[in-house]
């Protein structure tokens, strides 16, 4: 059998010639001050030079494809994206036909309907507890950390975890709904830290059958359950880092579940990385390798979602820290290559530094960011005054 990070895939399209290709991709690159086989640590390598059209044929899907197959290289990713990403580069060039496809049917189909949002939990969080164990802290909390007085990931994880419960206003004996728990970390902090009755959902048999064992000695329940099956009430509810998978054709029934799940003037806080501008897709190669059927929302859609049902007490948007944490989680994962080899090839390795690095670089650059959003249920009966 061939070596796929070898095998040659032929020019195309057809009617541009090698030339050309490679003077359009280095015009393109130069506005961002980055250069082919240049000296810089964000310059790029090419080793291939089929590169140059798969990249204008495909975009964003060819380069990251491009790079898992070796056909390029670069000392520093994600200081290349956040200047690829920074100058608008990908704006600037057309939109295949199999891309504008994709545009218009994520306008007017639902990609994350109860079955299709199985699949992420199937392709990512479902992927090996053993390297997310590896790559996050001690807790496993898979979101942005809060920085402020914290110099490490675990304390920085920490941090957030209290942020959000002095955010919630927690005090003993409330009950709190986890949407979205991944492996247990915050129901577990709130129950032992503030005295919460907590409830964590999660649609990820790996990440279910983990915090089920790590919350066992507290009063946490945690559930194998689509979001759009919550029956109960709560006095608070917190969702971080779920939104993103939600889809822009549920956002509205999302607010909606959360609104009749809570009492009246009680508390929801939504953790989500956020969009500049309202969006329906993702980037292509992001959709195929690392989070099928995801999506960023935007203050719009935040906004038009939850109007007429909560009032929005507090907005705070600390998307650098996610820039830290990204760097933090691929220092983790490179220092425990060794012990994750066995499990993952030289392709994944290659996909997982692409998808940690890049994403660094659009924090960096403040393409996207982090909002931790506080609502209430027909407004709190005074001020509310945010922890920072």
Not at 9 to 23: G, H, M, W
Not at 173 to 188: E, F, K, N, Q, S
Not at 332 to 338: A, G, S, T
């Amino acid at each position: 059998m061939s070596d796929p990070l070898n095998t040659a895939i032929p020019d195309y399209p057809p009617n541009k010639s090698r030339t050309s290709a490679q003077k359009i991709i280095e015009e393109l690159l130069n506005i961002a001050d980055i250069k082919i086989n240049g000296s810089n640590p964000w310059d790029i390598q090419v080793h291939n030079q089929n590169f140059y059209n798969r990249v204008l044929s495909d975009s964003g899907l060819g380069l990251g494809e491009s790079y898992m197959d070796k056909w390029w290289d670069c000392a520093q990713l994600d200081v290349l994206f956040d200047k690829l990403v920074g100058a608008n580069i990908e704006s600037r060039m057309s939109l295949s036909l199999s891309q504008k496809i994709n545009l218009i049917a994520s306008r007017l189909f639902n990609h994350q309907t109860r079955q299709l949002s199985k699949k992420v939990a199937l392709t990512h969080y479902d992927l090996s507890n053993k390297l997310y164990q590896k790559m996050l802290d001690k807790r496993l909390i898979y979101s942005c950390a809060y920085w402020k007085n914290a110099q490490n990931l675990d304390d920085a994880q920490e941090a957030k975890l209290e942020l959000i419960c002095q955010k919630l206003q927690l005090k003993p004996g409330m009950t709190l709904l986890d949407i979205g728990c991944g492996w247990g970390g915050l129901a577990r902090y709130a129950a032992e830290k503030h005295g919460a009755r907590v409830t964590g959902i999660t649609l990820s048999e790996q990440q279910y059958n983990y915090a089920k064992e790590y919350c066992k000695d507290f009063d946490v329940a945690i559930r194998l359950q689509d979001y759009r099956d919550i029956k109960e009430k709560y006095d608070r509810i917190v969702s971080v880092g779920m939104f993103e998978h939600v889809g822009h054709k549920n956002y509205q029934h999302f607010m909606e579940i959360a609104y009749n799940a809570l009492d009246d003037h009680s508390l929801f806080l939504l953790h989500t990385i956020g969009n500049n501008e309202s969006m329906y897709t993702t980037n292509a190669w992001v959709e195929k390798y690392i989070f099928p059927n995801g999506m960023l929302p935007s203050i719009a859609q935040i906004g038009y979602a939850s109007e007429k049902l909560f009032v929005m007490e507090d907005w705070q948007n600390f998307g650098p820290y996610y820039d830290k944490t990204l760097m933090a989680w691929h220092q983790n994962f490179k220092d425990h290559w060794d012990e994750l080899k066995n499990d993952f090839d030289e392709r994944f390795y290659r996909m997982w530094e692409y998808y940690l690095l890049s994403s660094a670089g659009c924090f960096r650059c403040r393409s996207i960011q982090l909002w931790q959003i506080v609502f209430s249920r027909k407004g709190l009966k005074s001020v509310y005054i945010s922890p920072r």
